[in-house]
């Protein structure tokens, strides 16, 4: 039996890349993780809890997604306002990219914000409202759901999340390349 080399050792690099960095952005358009899954018109709404930043705010994210196919929905503008009792309604500039929409509220502990979201699309107009957590004191390290399926799992930055999800689809690419060159390299020739 031959040991591997240099190209087992990168299939095994490939495919930690794979586990490590593809999780988060492939979790996130099946709702695992979410606080709140829900429909809006034509879109699903996936919410996710906040990560800490400074100055004790949160910055939340949702993935939206066409009801009746699954698919990322893109091009959509969104507006979010959020209330909590006691304060006057907040409204929030949301960072749209691609389905992935990012906002950031004043932290509410031990309050929860009841967010509001408004939707305009190529699916049409859409609102929806929701409940999302706030956490005690300010921590540099994400954050953890009350409820257990909310965990999150990476840093919350949206330029970090991008830079992610192209490594893993370059290490995808690469894996899928190495694959085939095996597999042709492996085949018997062809009968004449």
Request: one cysteine or more; aromatic letters at 8%.
């Amino acid at each position: 039996m031959r040991r591997p080399g240099r190209r087992g050792a990168l299939a095994v690099a490939v495919a930690s890349l794979i586990l490590l960095h593809s999780a988060p952005p492939a979790a996130a358009h099946n709702g695992v993780g979410a606080a709140f899954k829900g429909r809006a018109g034509a879109y699903t709404v996936y919410a996710y809890d906040g990560y800490t930043l400074p100055h004790n705010e949160l910055q939340y994210r949702l993935v939206l997604l066409d009801a009746s196919s699954g698919e990322p929905a893109e091009d959509v503008r969104v507006t979010i306002s959020a209330s909590k009792p006691g304060v006057p309604r907040v409204t929030t500039t949301a960072s749209v990219y691609a389905n992935v929409v990012f906002y950031t509220l004043p932290n509410p502990y031990p309050a929860n914000w009841q967010v509001n979201v408004h939707l305009d699309g190529r699916l049409g107009r859409a609102e929806v409202a929701f409940h999302m957590h706030g956490y005690p004191g300010y921590s540099s390290t994400p954050v953890t759901s009350a409820t257990p399926a909310a965990t999150t799992q990476d840093d919350g930055a949206p330029v970090a999340t991008i830079v992610a999800a192209c490594c893993a689809a370059v290490a995808v690419a690469g894996a899928a390349v190495f694959m085939w060159r095996r597999r042709r390299r492996l085949r018997p020739p062809p009968a004449s």
